[in-house]
């Protein structure tokens, strides 16, 4: 028997098994079971994202001799004969093929007749773009006064290519791209079911290569699971047959663009290119994580937003400390330029390496975009120095170090000791958390407050966002009450501009300080 590629042996043949497109899905199915079905409707949205699918089980719905809430039986004669394609009542034209004027005029000849079975003749125009002015011209008759038996459905990936008076007659519908949990949950259907052993991991890797796009996911998956029989799929094995890399080394060349290092930048290269990866691919990775670290350095956004893993999320919150915005928009715009050169270049790698040399030495740039990046990477690093005295250490956990001159607030008694323990402790409290939370919690410093209740104060507004998105806050107080078989509430705020991590100190200790003393309210 012929092999049948994946994405056509699971084609979705019912609205259940349609996935992401919930509600051009339950509109349709509404239309069928009220019978108001329209007489024209436009699909539009990106390639692999259901379009002629959801078409064809349209088409089969509407001539159903037993349609179940909403749906074609899947049984009756008529279901089985479009299944088949066998029926005349089901019609599909591809546009890009057939755009002339002939080949409309044979359309408009034809639903003069009414279908010998079933109760809809329906044509399905895939690109309909592709049709010729002339072309569009003639179809405008027929659909501004079709037969009551004719049903037109009309495919776009382009539909602002389409004439406004064709536009005016149907019926339009976006589908949308797809996120990565639909298609993941997709890709474990199809892995069940050809019974392959696939990774979470490398179905999430899927996912993101294939862009919102159900058929060139699945694709890829076909690519595959068909270089072996083990039927089993790993990270690595993905990694290997798509001709993609690792994000350690997405990291490496990053961190030496950064450091603007061109013999570490250029060796990167040229070890993704003795591992035999695709070198277009490697640059429209460079950019997606490029992208997910601009993410995250201007919105702290969290894994599940960026579709990686927690242990990605790590890498890039540490190279978030490393570079600036503006640095990092002028990468993702030069690569992003390479990757439109490399598509028709002879020579890939040349064009990689240029990209790299310009990428790592600003100065062989014209215009002011690689100035700027340097310049605000420079003030980051003098803002750095002010903030810090020279030679201070790095502030340790749950601590912080005290410039001279920090201001004092006075607290109570039992304040002052549950700080003192709960700080002595701060690392043993942090140990058993997720990586996430305990690098959220890393830097905070502590303030007591009245009515038993502690404060968080995150230096920097990237740890604050994601300590409430992991729930901090409700860890560190457990991991309290588990040492201490105490139940103290936390809250947690952002430290403002410029503000220092204060001293407490007790009413007793008042004589021995000799500052001035802001008194905690």
């Avoid at 043949?13 to 019978?35: C, K, M, W, Y």
């Avoid at 539009?44 to 719905?61: E, L, M, P, Q």
């Avoid at 004027?101 to 329906?122: F, H, L, S």
């Avoid at 450091?259 to 990775?285: I, N, Y």
């Amino acid at each position: 028997m012929a092999y049948v590629a994946l994405y056509r042996k699971w084609r979705p043949a019912s609205f259940d098994e349609v996935r992401g497109q919930d509600a051009v899905v339950t509109t349709l199915r509404n239309q069928i079971l009220t019978e108001r079905v329209g007489h024209a409707y436009l699909f539009c949205g990106s390639r692999g994202t259901g379009k002629t699918s959801v078409a064809k089980i349209f088409a089969r719905a509407v001539n159903c001799e037993a349609p179940v809430n909403g749906d074609a039986c899947g049984n009756c004669a008529m279901c089985r004969a479009i299944a088949a394609g066998s029926s005349v009542n089901v019609i599909e034209i591809d546009a890009a093929s057939n755009n002339g004027v002939d080949n409309i005029r044979e359309i408009r000849d034809e639903v003069q007749y009414r279908p010998a079975e079933g109760r809809y003749r329906v044509y399905i125009i895939d690109e309909v773009h592709m049709l010729s002015p002339g072309a569009f011209n003639a179809l405008l008759k027929t659909l501004e006064e079709p037969p009551s038996y004719v049903i037109f459905i009309l495919a776009t990936t382009e539909p602002h290519k389409i004439p406004l008076t064709v536009l005016s007659r149907c019926q339009r519908y976006d589908f949308r791209r797809l996120s990565s949990e639909d298609i993941i949950g997709r890709l474990r259907e199809l892995a069940e079911g050809e019974q392959v052993a696939a990774e979470d991991r490398a179905l999430a890797y899927i996912a993101r290569k294939a862009d919102g796009a159900m058929r060139d996911a699945i694709s890829l998956f076909d690519q595959c699971i068909s270089a072996d029989d083990s039927r089993r799929l790993t990270y690595e094995d993905a990694l290997q047959r798509l001709g993609t890399v690792d994000s350690e080394i997405l990291s490496r060349m990053l961190r030496a663009l950064i450091a603007e290092d061109t013999t570490e930048a250029l060796a990167v290269t040229e070890t993704v290119r003795l591992m035999g990866r695709d070198l277009s691919r490697f640059v429209q990775d460079l950019i997606w994580y490029q992208r997910n670290l601009l993410l995250l350095m201007t919105s702290g956004a969290s894994p599940d937003v960026l579709e990686i893993s927690g242990e990605d999320w790590l890498r890039l919150r540490e190279e978030s400390l490393r570079t600036a915005p503006a640095q990092l928009m002028r990468f993702i715009r030069l690569f992003s330029s390479l990757f439109n050169e490399m598509r028709t270049a002879a020579d890939k790698r040349v064009l990689l390496e240029v990209a790299v040399i310009r990428a790592t030495r600003p100065a062989t740039e014209a215009g002011t975009e690689a100035l700027e990046a340097r310049l605000e990477r420079l003030e980051k690093r003098t803002e750095q120095l002010e903030k810090r005295p020279a030679g201070a250490p790095a502030p340790q956990a749950g601590t912080a170090k005290q410039p001279d001159q920090a201001p004092v607030r006075v607290v109570t008694r039992a304040q002052w000791e549950d700080l003192q323990t709960v700080r002595k402790d701060w690392k043993r409290l942090l140990a058993p958390m997720d990586r996430i939370t305990a690098n959220a919690l890393s830097d905070v410093w502590l303030e007591p407050k009245d009515g038993g209740v502690m404060g968080l104060v995150f230096p920097r507004q990237f740890e604050f966002t994601m300590a409430k998105h992991f729930g901090a806050v409700e860890a560190i107080r457990e991991a309290v009450k588990n040492a201490y078989g105490r139940d103290i509430q936390f809250d947690c705020r952002l430290a403002l501009d410029r503000e220092e991590q204060p001293k407490f100190v007790t009413d007793d200790e008042l004589s021995a300080i000799h500052m001035e003393i802001e008194t905690e309210e």
